[in-house]
């Protein structure tokens, strides 16, 4: 399935939001998710579907000084 992910489109083999974080090996807990614009809480990851054309922004927050 073509996703476009933060700007770029990618041919991932997924089923819900909560795969997409998984094939990035994001740490879930540092990730925030917007799907067409729509900000989408963690809870809701697996029961988010992904469909063809779909725009979603992942943003990891890392720590460091």
């Known amino acids: 399935m073509r996703l476009q992910i ?16 998984k094939h990035f090996s994001l740490q ?7 799907v067409d614009g729509i900000i989408v809480d963690r809870l809701h990851w697996i029961d988010t ?12 927050f890392v720590g460091g000084g």
């Open 49 to 60: 579907n992904v469909h063809d054309g779909m725009r979603i922004e992942l943003v990891h």
């Open 28 to 34: 879930e807990g540092l990730v925030v998710t917007e």
């Open 6 to 21: 933060n700007g770029e489109e990618h041919e991932l083999d997924v089923v819900t939001l909560k795969d997409v974080v």
